[in-house]
């Protein structure tokens, strides 16, 4: 069956630079939320889209914003990237309201 | 204080044992609870959703008690395969769809020994 798609799947950034991570969900999911995991920490949830509108809204830093296009494909994009970025992005879809799958994650370290 | 609590562990059991993990969250507006497994440096994998009524899957069975806010997890006879990290999940939800995410707890590592 198919799975989260997540890209890249390691990134390596200088401090202050820009970052975009990219997902696409499981065919026929309409919802999507990005987690960050920082090291040795649980997931904590950043941000969640639904029909291409935002959702829900969680600790996602000024500097980070996202989006979700018509094909409900969506992008997290990071600019100004500080150390403490530095984390396990993932990726999750559902249909609505329902379980949610994972994507295997985005590797972000930065430098 | 976190919205799930769960110990951390590490549970060290030998193969074949019985395990059980507890998890307690806080926000009584959640609406369903997962189990999540989580290999290291893997993403989060469902396990099974955990209903009022109970549920079991094969060696696994989860319970929730809605009343003491509490839920857990009982697998039967440990599998090497079973060693994992594993998240006790809330979701909250609000169906005006102002609310929609996943709270973890901090996760249960377990450890089966040969």
């Given at each position: 069956a198919a799975g989260v798609i997540q890209s890249p799947r390691h990134l390596i950034k200088e401090k202050r630079e820009t970052a975009t991570l990219k997902c696409y969900p499981i065919p026929r999911h309409d919802t999507v939320y990005w987690y960050q995991q920082g090291p040795g920490?649980?997931?904590?949830?950043?941000?969640?889209?639904?029909?291409?509108?935002?959702?829900?809204k969680g600790s996602i830093p000024d500097r980070f914003s996202a989006q979700q296009?018509?094909?409900?494909?969506?992008?997290?994009?990071m600019s100004?990237?500080?150390?403490?970025?530095?984390?396990?992005?993932?990726?999750?879809?559902?249909?609505?309201?329902?379980?949610?799958?994972?994507?295997?994650?985005?590797?972000?370290?930065?430098? | 204080?976190?919205?799930?609590e769960q110990d951390p562990g590490p549970f060290n059991v030998p193969e074949g044992a019985t395990v059980a993990f507890n998890c307690t969250y806080s926000n009584s507006a959640s609406q369903s609870f997962f189990w999540y497994r989580q290999d290291c440096r893997k993403e989060p994998k469902l396990l099974m959703s955990v209903y009022s009524s109970g549920n079991e899957d094969g060696r696994f069975t989860a319970q929730l008690n809605r009343a003491s806010q509490y839920i857990s997890l009982l697998i039967?006879?440990?599998?090497?395969?079973?060693?994992?990290?594993?998240?006790?999940?809330?979701?909250?939800?609000?169906?005006?769809?102002?609310?929609?995410?996943?709270?973890?707890?901090?996760?249960?590592?377990?450890?089966?020994?040969?």
């Open positions: 920490q649980d997931p904590q949830f950043l941000i969640s889209f639904y029909e291409k509108m935002q959702s829900d296009f018509s094909d409900y494909h969506s992008e997290l994009n100004s990237l500080e150390l403490g970025d530095s984390a396990l992005y993932f990726c999750a879809s559902s249909t609505r309201n329902n379980e949610q799958f994972f994507g295997p994650g985005t590797r972000l370290t930065v430098l | 204080r976190k919205e799930v039967r006879d440990s599998k090497l395969s079973d060693s994992a990290t594993y998240l006790c999940v809330a979701h909250l939800i609000n169906y005006g769809g102002a609310t929609n995410k996943l709270i973890f707890g901090t996760g249960t590592l377990l450890a089966v020994q040969p």
